[in-house]
């Protein structure tokens, strides 16, 4: 939902870049100077002062400690708050973080941070009723970007049952509800080595920024709707070796709605991802699956592993996507269902796609596709295909489980998508091309105010590498 400041925002960078080259600028903007800051005490209930709206933080959450969040958390536009390793955040009610200037969570593999909702019990058993599960209620808020939002960045960090409806002080930034929204297009958004687990909608919903998105895990995300990343109006960067499972409707989508005159398009490059049973609850037809690009969104799209999902790889034709710019091939679609055969290769009548069929792709579509099918036709799929191109993960649900239906597997739970070393699917990536925020130098590479690192595109298919470099979620 736009506010008042995100469109004196836009009319400013409308301003900036009509006198400017689209690509002189863009990657040199946003720098930020992260001031050190005092600590912040764990006793009692962080919760506002008479009289205010919401409670201002700015300063350190110290490692290992536990906090209790009982009101709305704003950072000020100058303000900084950094979460050190360790550190347990506990909203105890519908409150969410208002962040105006930088948040930085510096969880790490061995002590992460968590932002929870405390009291609430996972199901994460095959078939749970998505009526009654609490990762759909948004018990919290979640992390809301403002327009002038310099940084988030999150790293080896939890998000838990997030997505509840934002009011006071946060309701003025967004009244949408998202895990983690960002609408800076100036600013810079990381998400690394995480969890988020549950929302109601999407898990993230940016509105442009510099996103980069390394190794995370999607799971149970988006009630009837939502996609793991939701991203418009000229975001740019790398969504990969993220793990996305019993989404609502798709992984990652990428869009250029609500484009801001003078920012770079959006352009989004999707690779080395595992995407296993999305799509499912999403409501309206035609929707839901897997990877999708649409209203004028470029990007690419290889080395993913799709299992079971509703469709395959999304290229809108209505509105159409940036097609000239959008590059994709050797994604990898693992099946039990005839429906979902049928559908590899989305069709025009269903799902307005015109996705074309690479022969890199697996299945080889000569071997399920009939003679002369042109893209977004619809066809009947030889089913000889069914359960073939097994990725051999060392735990997955694949085939599926006996008594499960498609839209049952919604978590990890006790799987693991590492490949077994007789995996047909090592080896097989395609590897030539760099990182979008490599490219571009888009984002500082930095232990705690940038991205770690740009991973490059991997030699095996998904987003678990047999060199160690991919997702490290066991």
Request: with cysteine; glycine share 12%; net charge positive.
């Amino acid at each position: 939902m736009k506010n008042t400041f995100y469109i004196l925002l836009t009319l400013a960078i409308a301003s900036v870049f009509s006198s400017c080259k689209r690509s002189d600028d863009f990657k040199n903007l946003s720098s930020a100077v992260v001031p050190a800051v005092s600590a912040i005490n764990d006793v009692g209930c962080l919760a506002p002062q008479p009289g205010a709206t919401s409670v201002a933080l700015n300063g350190t959450m110290l490692a290992g400690k536990t906090y209790s969040i009982c009101g709305n958390v704003i950072i000020k536009p100058t303000d900084t708050l950094i979460v050190q390793q360790g550190v347990t955040i506990k909203f105890t009610g519908n409150y969410g973080i208002g962040v105006h200037g930088t948040l930085i969570s510096l969880g790490t593999k061995e002590a992460p941070v968590y932002f929870t909702y405390p009291g609430v019990t996972k199901t994460d058993q095959i078939g749970a009723n998505p009526a009654t599960d609490p990762a759909f209620v948004g018990k919290w808020t979640g992390i809301i970007g403002a327009a002038d939002c310099n940084k988030i960045i999150l790293k080896w960090t939890h998000i838990e049952f997030a997505g509840g409806k934002p009011s006071g002080d946060i309701a003025v930034i967004s009244g949408s509800p998202y895990p983690l929204y960002f609408q800076n297009p100036l600013g810079t958004v990381v998400l690394e080595d995480s969890w988020i687990y549950g929302s109601v909608d999407d898990a993230v919903r940016t509105l442009g920024g510099k996103l980069e998105f390394f190794r995370n895990t999607f799971e149970k995300c988006g009630y009837t709707g939502g996609e793991a990343l939701n991203a418009k109006a000229g975001t740019i960067g790398d969504f990969a070796y993220n793990v996305c499972i019993g989404i609502a409707t798709n992984g990652p989508k990428n869009s250029n709605i609500s484009a801001i005159p003078g920012v770079p398009g959006s352009n989004i490059r999707m690779y080395n991802n595992t995407i296993i049973n999305c799509g499912y609850r999403r409501s309206a037809a035609g929707r839901g699956g897997s990877l999708n690009f649409e209203q004028g969104a470029a990007g690419n799209a290889y080395n993913n592993i799709i299992v079971n999902c509703k469709f395959g790889l999304r290229i809108v034709q209505n509105p159409i996507a940036d097609t000239a710019n959008i590059r994709y091939g050797y994604n990898y679609t693992y099946t039990d269902s005839a429906s979902v055969a049928d559908q590899i290769y989305p069709s025009l009548a269903i799902s307005t796609a015109i996705t074309s069929a690479m022969p890199t792709d697996v299945p080889l579509p000569s071997s399920f596709l009939p003679v002369g099918w042109t893209p977004g036709t619809t066809y009947t799929a030889n089913k000889a295909i069914l359960g073939t191109n097994n990725p051999q993960f060392i735990n997955g649900p694949v085939p599926l489980p006996a008594g499960a239906k498609l839209q049952d597997i919604v978590t990890v739970g006790d799987y693991n998508f590492n490949l077994k070393l007789t995996s047909p699917y090592i080896g097989k990536g395609f590897t030539g091309f760099a990182p979008y925020g490599l490219e571009k130098s888009t984002v500082p590479v930095d232990p705690k105010y940038g991205v770690t690192e740009f991973t490059a595109p991997g030699k095996d298919i998904g987003a678990y590498q047999t060199n160690g470099k991919g997702n490290q979620h066991f």
